[in-house]
């Protein structure tokens, strides 16, 4: 057995919290029975969560307050005036802490790469709870610092322990820096669809579709540079998963993970070919009527959220319930330049009769090809 510090370590709770009590102690009357079971799958902040919430759950607290935290100062500590740490705990990726003061307990957790935070706060009562999150947190966060040439992007998952969300800066280029990488017939629409603003949304789906190589996923980045002032970008690490899970979808759809509360969000989902191909319904059960409903369904009517999709296949290939007229925002066919456009881009001949796409076009300016291996004819029949 892995870890047998953790396996079947079972703490059982029957009239008060005997484990807790030397941490912590609750008051034993009227305790709410628990039961806590960790294994090799849980973490020494997994225990902290246990401890935070012990006299929550035995009825002494009788208020919870959380707030979440952007950027947080160097020197912020996170905890208010007067706070006794009685747990501290360090991984790869945070730092937390748990404190108790009089009538409260905190746990504050703080990821080291991008400074990002939460606090939680049990007290006795309401008052209580509010004013010591207010010591821990007013003033800690440090101003937005978002450059020009960045945006933020919020990166989603399902763990272990349900739908996870983190943020990255990433570099997102404006339209004009772009424009000349993308054949003509495309750079039109997706000039227009720079210039959308939330006045002007005629649906809430959008389609990027064409052959790998040919600058999709730039496109959707210079729209998150477009559209920054009004909309929050997300991207979707395992859209197979949200569209699978009800739970996951409601939590990414209605979440309030805003970074700056901004009036719509874009959800990025990329090559999803088996989502919205034509035999969609028979190969992926209800995962296409749930993204159908995020966009103009019910669940799309309480939420301002757009969805952009990008696929390999051919237009003509997807799920007509995709494409019909009124439910899509953009379909926009990004694919190879044509060979006139080519040459121009690349400043020489050297194109091929059928064109090419804009990865095809930096490797032959920059003289880049793949490392291969040469391999001597071997006949069959002489290896396993």
Same mark, same amino acid.
């Given at each position: 057995?892995?870890?047998?510090?953790?396996?079947?370590?079972?703490?059982?709770?029957?009239?008060? %919290?005997?484990?807790?009590?030397?941490?912590?102690? /609750?008051? /034993?009357?009227?305790?709410?029975?628990?039961? %806590?079971?960790?294994?090799?799958?849980?973490?020494?902040?997994?225990?902290?969560?246990?401890?935070?919430?012990?006299?929550?759950?035995?009825?002494?607290?009788?208020?919870?307050?959380?707030? *979440?935290?952007?950027?947080?100062?160097?020197?912020?500590?996170? %905890?208010? =005036?007067?706070?006794?740490?009685?747990?501290? =705990?360090?991984?790869?990726?945070?730092?937390?802490?748990?404190?108790?003061?009089?009538?409260? =307990?905190?746990?504050?957790?703080?990821?080291?790469?991008?400074?990002?935070?939460?606090?939680?706060?049990?007290?006795?009562?309401?008052?209580?709870?509010?004013?010591?999150?207010?010591?821990?947190?007013?003033?800690?966060?440090? /101003?937005?610092?978002?450059?020009?040439?960045? =945006?933020?992007?919020?990166?989603?998952?399902?763990?272990?322990?349900?739908?996870?969300?983190?943020?990255?800066?990433?570099?997102?280029?404006?339209?004009?820096?772009?424009?000349?990488?993308?054949?003509?017939?495309?750079?039109?629409?997706?000039?227009?669809?720079?210039?959308?603003?939330?006045?002007?949304?005629?649906?809430?789906?959008?389609?990027?579709?064409?052959?790998?190589?040919?600058?999709?996923?730039?496109? +959707?980045?210079?729209?998150?540079?477009?559209?920054?002032?009004?909309?929050?970008?997300?991207?979707?690490?395992?859209?197979?998963?949200?569209?699978?899970?009800?739970?996951?979808?409601?939590?990414?759809?209605?979440?309030?993970? *805003?970074?700056?509360?901004?009036?719509?969000?874009?959800?990025?989902?990329?090559?999803?070919?088996?989502?919205?191909?034509?035999?969609?319904?028979?190969?992926?059960?209800?995962?296409?009527?749930?993204?159908?409903?995020?966009?103009?369904? %019910?669940?799309?009517?309480?939420?301002?959220? +757009?969805?952009?999709?990008?696929?390999?296949?051919?237009?003509?290939?997807?799920?007509?319930?995709?494409?019909?007229?009124?439910?899509?925002?953009?379909?926009?066919?990004?694919?190879?330049?044509?060979?006139?456009?080519?040459?121009?881009?690349?400043?020489?001949?050297?194109?091929?009769?059928?064109?090419?796409?804009?990865?095809?076009?930096?490797?032959?300016?920059?003289?880049?090809?793949?490392?291969?291996?040469?391999?001597?004819?071997?006949?069959?029949?002489?290896?396993?």
């Amino acid at each position: 057995m892995s870890n047998p510090s953790w396996i079947g370590i079972i703490f059982g709770v029957s009239q008060q %919290l005997h484990v807790l009590r030397n941490v912590i102690q /609750p008051d /034993p009357a009227s305790v709410l029975p628990v039961r %806590l079971q960790f294994d090799d799958a849980d973490s020494p902040i997994d225990v902290l969560d246990a401890l935070l919430i012990a006299r929550f759950a035995a009825g002494e607290h009788k208020a919870a307050h959380t707030k *979440s935290l952007k950027r947080v100062r160097a020197e912020a500590s996170l %905890l208010p =005036v007067g706070a006794t740490v009685i747990r501290t =705990v360090q991984d790869e990726n945070r730092n937390a802490v748990l404190a108790v003061g009089e009538g409260w =307990v905190a746990l504050t957790l703080l990821w080291r790469e991008n400074r990002n935070g939460s606090v939680t706060v049990t007290a006795v009562d309401d008052e209580l709870a509010a004013r010591v999150l207010a010591q821990a947190t007013d003033g800690v966060e440090e /101003p937005p610092t978002e450059e020009q040439g960045q =945006v933020t992007m919020g990166f989603w998952h399902l763990g272990d322990h349900g739908p996870r969300r983190r943020t990255r800066e990433i570099d997102a280029p404006t339209w004009p820096e772009i424009s000349r990488n993308y054949p003509s017939n495309a750079a039109g629409a997706i000039e227009q669809l720079m210039a959308m603003r939330p006045g002007k949304l005629a649906g809430r789906l959008m389609l990027l579709h064409g052959p790998p190589g040919t600058g999709k996923t730039t496109v +959707l980045r210079a729209l998150a540079q477009a559209w920054r002032e009004w909309c929050e970008v997300d991207c979707v690490l395992d859209p197979e998963r949200l569209f699978g899970s009800p739970t996951y979808l409601m939590d990414v759809a209605v979440s309030d993970n *805003s970074d700056d509360k901004k009036e719509w969000r874009l959800l990025i989902l990329e090559d999803c070919d088996e989502l919205i191909s034509g035999d969609a319904k028979q190969s992926t059960g209800q995962a296409l009527s749930r993204l159908l409903n995020l966009t103009d369904g %019910l669940l799309g009517q309480g939420c301002r959220t +757009l969805v952009a999709i990008t696929t390999n296949e051919d237009l003509s290939r997807l799920h007509p319930a995709v494409t019909r007229p009124g439910r899509c925002l953009a379909q926009i066919e990004v694919g190879a330049m044509p060979r006139h456009e080519a040459e121009a881009w690349l400043g020489r001949p050297g194109v091929g009769p059928e064109g090419a796409t804009l990865a095809e076009l930096f490797a032959l300016r920059n003289n880049l090809a793949p490392v291969v291996a040469e391999v001597d004819d071997m006949p069959t029949g002489m290896y396993l």
